[in-house]
């Protein structure tokens, strides 16, 4: 730092303009008490209730809640779970989802008497909650240069602004269409064929910060870049394992169906640094209605969902990851043809040697690694019995980044592959993403990777030839079959020893 140039005063830059450019932070009564025991309950119930009805009405908040994630209703936008294929409940949502419907159905409105009221000055000053309880936008707004507030805008004059900018560029690359993953199909379409009609593919949008890295992962490993699981197959496991994820936070819903797994004998590992209530145990509001199960859905613990909790240091899941497929060739090494699909490694996997010695090369600590039986043979039959098993991780789990000159290492897709889990019911794996439309978008063509076959679709339809320039590659490995050195190298340095008891 030059000595005439003064530093700034850090934890007050960000107020030294009159409008700021994050919004402010505010105390929301949040106390550090013990940890909870079971997720949802009662307590879920009564929130939905109290969001839905505030927010929206009692009318208008009980009619939205109905048709969530009906057949003949509304997809939720607050998370990417899917819905079940046959039978679905009167309540087929969580509390996550009763506060985003809340949101949308909501009927206050923003109109140009709001902004004339409120400088952006003040508006930079309201939390992201009071912007949102403000209101829908009823008109185009525009900042004319030297104004404080936002004024008031006919459409055709703010269609001229931005054609106006757009022909300016010196380049259509010049230009980025952002796009969020609560935009619905149609317009995400109509958007990235406006881009590539104008002459570029800048088409960023909020997966590119949760789920590229899953995909990244996904594709070149087992050659499909989401789930390749259903519902239905979630149900059928014998053994799921949930790397990274906390469905009682982030997926509510997907609790329901760790339920009804776990009540069809299914064994849960959790792979975690922290954790979660929803990892424990789980209290299905849906019991309530039932009249065989409301009396222990509220007096009792809820289902116990985690059998095994490998509580992981952060960054120690290739760690784990690594030793866990060690002790499944030694299994294999023990019980020939037991463990190892070998049949669908010859047919469907390249490269498998080398990544078969890498793994047996690793440490992994001794005596402190309690090793764990993935794999027994079926009772009386001679046969090999490979438990049914599901991968489930959450965003940014895929490839991580390592240090420099070595490739990045998509470790968590391995475990399945090398043992033939896509092949069978009940069993691959289950990248669990993010919100609202984020694969949608993707579907629709909001990315700059789009298939070729994609391009020559709009290419014969509407008469243009869309770019195929690619963003760059920064997962790509430096070199075929190379593996990243984890920050832990041994699956003992990756947990905390002795495993964490699971709260009961």
Not at 236 to 243: F, N, P, Q
Not at 284 to 304: E, H, I, K, S, V
Not at 343 to 365: D, H, M, P, V, Y
Request: charged share 20%; aromatic share 8%.
């Amino acid at each position: 730092m030059h000595a005439h140039i003064p530093a700034p005063e850090v934890a007050g830059a960000k107020y030294l303009n009159p409008v700021l450019a994050q919004p402010p932070e505010a105390l929301t009564g949040l106390k550090l008490e013990g940890r909870e025991k079971v997720a949802a309950g009662v307590t879920a119930v009564l929130k939905s209730m109290q969001f839905s009805w505030a927010e929206g009405g009692v009318g208008r908040g009980t009619k939205a809640l109905l048709g969530l994630n009906q057949k003949n209703g509304f997809d939720c936008s607050s998370c990417a779970w899917p819905d079940p294929d046959e039978h679905r409940s009167v309540a087929e949502f969580c509390e996550n989802g009763a506060k985003a419907t809340a949101s949308d159905a909501d009927d206050k409105a923003a109109g140009p008497e709001f902004f004339a009221k409120h400088s952006l000055a003040e508006l930079s000053r309201l939390t992201d909650r009071d912007q949102n309880n403000a209101g829908r936008l009823t008109h185009p707004m525009v900042k004319r240069p030297g104004d404080n507030h936002y004024s008031r805008i006919a459409w055709p004059d703010a269609f001229q602004i931005i054609a106006d900018n757009l022909n300016a560029l010196d380049s259509p690359d010049e230009a980025v269409f952002y796009t969020s993953g609560k935009v619905p199909n149609e317009p995400a379409f109509l958007f990235q064929l406006f881009a590539r009609e104008f002459g570029t593919n800048n088409l960023p949008d909020c997966s590119n910060m949760c789920h590229e890295s899953s995909g990244s992962a996904l594709s070149p490993t087992l050659g499909l870049g989401k789930g390749s699981v259903t519902l239905n197959d979630i149900y059928e496991a014998e053994v799921i394992l949930i790397i990274g994820q906390n469905p009682g936070t982030n997926h509510p819903r997907m609790l329901s169906a760790l339920q009804k797994a776990k009540r069809n004998g299914a064994k849960i590992i959790s792979i975690n640094p922290l954790i979660e209530a929803g990892l424990v145990a789980f209290k299905n509001p849906q019991d309530f209605m039932n009249p065989l199960r409301a009396l222990g859905a509220l007096m009792g613990d809820g289902t116990q969902l985690t059998d095994v909790f490998l509580q992981v240091r952060v960054d120690g899941d290739m760690a784990l990851l690594r030793g866990i497929m060690k002790h499944l060739f030694e299994a294999e090494d023990l019980n020939p043809g037991q463990v190892v699909d070998h049949a669908f490694i010859k047919e469907f996997t390249t490269g498998f040697e080398s990544f078969e010695q890498n793994i047996r090369n690793t440490g992994l600590g001794g005596h402190r690694v309690r090793k764990r039986h993935f794999a027994r043979p079926a009772s009386g039959s001679g046969q090999p019995h490979r438990p049914q098993a599901e991968n489930h991780h959450l965003l940014g789990h895929g490839r991580h980044a390592a240090a420099p000159g070595r490739a990045d290492h998509p470790g968590n897709c391995e475990p399945a592959a090398h043992e033939g889990r896509h092949r069978q019911a009940g069993a691959g794996t289950c990248p669990v993403r993010g919100h609202s439309n984020v694969q949608g978008d993707r579907t629709m063509g909001i990315w700059e990777r789009v298939p070729k076959t994609f391009r020559d679709s709009l290419q014969k339809e509407f008469g243009f030839t869309p770019r195929a320039k690619t963003a760059s590659t920064w997962w790509k490995p430096s070199r075929p079959c190379a593996w990243a050195t984890p920050r832990y190298t041994s699956a003992w340095a990756a947990t905390c020893w002795p495993p964490a008891p699971i709260p009961r």
